[in-house]
């Protein structure tokens, strides 16, 4: 649990060490179909977090036992590079990336409408290039896209973004030095439309007022990373149609 180390000032001046204001969202750049290969895919960038997520499928399912006679297994692989933290991550799986597989399959399990295609699987793969805290929810910005992408038919896309406290202060979207140095940190995922909560998790400690405020944020945050998803997602549409047109 975080204690917050109090070590290093956080803000200064009503400002956070990298300029931004409380409730304000790192930069965000939205890539839809990088992948040739992929059935569809997404590179996201939030701030400092690289991520690329990308959907095959819906295809047989292998194992076989592994199948659902009624509907699709959505599998979700979280995955950071070794090269993407700044000590080398040991490569391969983890108890943290097992952990953030789950919950982000998990997030996006309810807009996935898996009737449509019994015994097949829809693999989400997210590979992590460059971290800066908040990639769980990166990944997940990715993925919904990437399955959109993909033409996977879905109620609605997901979107993520995580809050937490630093220096007493509730703020939107922490970078990995107020991750480190704050006292908590609440991602969350929604599906924006319908104000939906898909993920909560917490690490650390909020006051009753301070969890309110925070959800509050989030969930705004959230509506506008819906947009900017819609918005690229429109984009690379509009291009495709305009190139067969020309
Ligand atoms: O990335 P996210 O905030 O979803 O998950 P976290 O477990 O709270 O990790 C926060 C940050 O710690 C990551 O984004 C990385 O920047 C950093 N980290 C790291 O440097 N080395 C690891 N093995 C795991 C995380």
């Known amino acids: 649990m975080k204690e917050g180390k109090g070590e290093i000032e956080l803000i200064k001046e009503g400002k956070r060490l990298d300029g931004r204001g409380f ?9 839809v179909g990088v992948l040739k290969r992929a059935d569809g895919s997404c590179y996201f960038e939030l701030g400092g ?3 690329i997520a990308a959907v095959y499928g819906p295809r047989e399912m292998h194992p076989r036992h592994a199948q659902d006679a009624k ?7 979280y995955n950071m590079a070794p090269f993407s933290v ?3 991550k040991r490569p391969g799986p983890d108890r943290r990336s097992v952990e953030i597989s789950k919950v982000s399959r998990e997030a996006l399990d309810p807009v996935v409408m898996r009737e449509y295609y019994p015994k097949t699987s829809i693999d989400v793969y997210v590979e992590v290039l460059q971290s800066d805290a908040g990639t769980r929810t990166a990944g997940i910005n990715a993925a919904s896209v990437a399955l959109a992408d993909a033409g996977i038919p879905m109620k609605d896309l997901v979107s ?7 220096d007493g202060e509730v703020v939107l ?7 480190n140095n704050g006292e908590a940190d609440m991602p969350v995922a929604m599906v924006a439309r319908t104000n ?5 998790q917490m690490d650390g400690r909020f006051e009753k007022e301070e969890f309110e405020r925070g959800l509050k944020l989030a969930m705004s945050a959230c509506h506008k990373i819906y947009e900017l998803q819609r918005a690229a997602l429109i984009d690379r549409y509009s291009e495709s149609v305009g190139e067969g047109e020309e």
């Open 86 to 88: 700044d000590d080398r």
């Open 23 to 31: 409730e304000e969202l790192r930069p965000i750049k939205i890539e």
């Open 173 to 179: 979207d922490l970078d990995a030095m107020e991750d």
């Open 160 to 166: 993520s973004v995580a809050v937490g406290k630093i």
């Open 71 to 77: 509907m699709a297994v959505v599998r979700y692989r």
């Open 49 to 51: 977090n690289k991520v």
């Open 196 to 200: 939906t909560i898909t993920l909560l």
